[in-house]
Structures are given as structure tokens and as C-alpha cells.
């Protein structure tokens, strides 16, 4: 496969303990870009953060959180991220999706 030039990134922000039938909803949207035949996805966790509730979620000693934020980044062609936003609707019960623009420099 080869991705270059114009792009759309997908960043999806939620909780790392949102779960969707008993499996963490970042794995389910791995696995479904995957199945979708995306380009690629990672998963990245946070130190810290806070959303909609409002509430501070740390990895610091002293206030351990077990829902720290987790964000999953889908990048590939414009029209194949657009196809896959729909799989997302029945996973997103909270956080936060993003699209945006991108120029892919290099994919190797």
C-alpha cells in the first residue's frame, strides 16, 4: 500500500476503562480500522487529563486513576476515513472524534 500527500487523521479521545460488549472500545476501533483495511492505527495513553465531566484523571501516586485518557490515531486516504466514521457511532457513547486534514510525507 502506498499513502502519500493529502490525508485525513482520525483522532478519537475516550476513557481507557469505555468499554463496548466487555472489550475496551480503543481495541474495537484497532480492530475494525484493521478489518477496514485502514492504513494503520495506534493507541496512545495519557498521564492526565480531564473531558466533559470535568473531573482530573492522573497517573500521579497520590491519586491513581484506573480511566486515564486514551487516544486512538487512524491517518489514510480522505475517502476511506470518511467510509470508516461510521463505525464509530455505535462505539462513541463519550469522548471526543476529530478530523483533520494532513499531508502524509512518508509511509514506509
Known sequence: ???SGPALRLT????ESDQWHHRPVYTEIVH???AA???GASVFRGIEGYGRANHIH?????????DL?????VVDA???????????EDLLTGGLALVEP??????V
Request: overall charge positive; cysteine-free.
Open 1 to 3: 500500500m502506498e499513502l
Open 12 to 15: 478519537v479521545v475516550l476513557g
Open 32 to 34: 475494525r480500522a484493521h
Open 37 to 39: 483495511g485502514l492504513a
Open 58 to 66: 492522573t497517573t500521579r501516586i497520590l491519586s491513581l486513576s484506573d
Open 69 to 73: 485518557p486514551v487516544t486512538v490515531v
Open 78 to 88: 480522505a475517502e476511506k476515513v470518511r467510509a470508516f466514521l461510521p463505525q464509530l
Open 102 to 107: 494532513v499531508e502524509v510525507v512518508r509511509y
